[in-house]
């Protein structure tokens, strides 16, 4: 069993502080709002959806994951309120969109990462 532990203690005190520096430049909380939003996989998934798709209503969404509208509407509502999608109504009907190019890049990374990192185990 590999051993994935330093054996000794020694700080590099230049990389330490420079990485410190850094952390004071970006919000960790917001970041970690997006990551808390795909974590669930309804929520993921709607998000490929959407990648696909460009534009669904929350009708289409329950039937994609197999869920009522008011379990659709819950989900994506996370994802408006995370920064991850929008919506505009016409007449009675919620359509939801990813809410920039920047989440449809997330997506498509992740997903990305994920088949490289099943190929090289």
Do not use: P, W
Request: proline residues 0%; contains cysteine; neutral net charge.
């Amino acid at each position: 069993m590999a051993k994935d532990t330093c054996d000794v203690t020694c700080i590099h005190r230049d990389k330490v502080d420079h990485v410190k520096n850094k952390f004071t430049e970006h919000s960790f909380s917001d970041v970690g709002q997006i990551f808390k939003a795909l974590a669930d996989e309804k929520r993921l998934k709607i998000a490929y959806a959407l990648r696909i798709e460009t534009e669904l209503c929350v009708c289409d969404v329950a039937n994609i994951i197999n869920s009522t509208n008011a379990t659709a509407s819950h989900h994506l509502r996370f994802l408006s309120k995370s920064g991850l999608a929008k919506y505009r109504k016409e007449g009675k009907l919620a359509y939801y969109s990813l809410n920039d190019d920047h989440v449809s890049h997330l997506i498509d990374m992740a997903f990305n990462h994920s088949k490289e990192v099943a190929h090289h185990e």
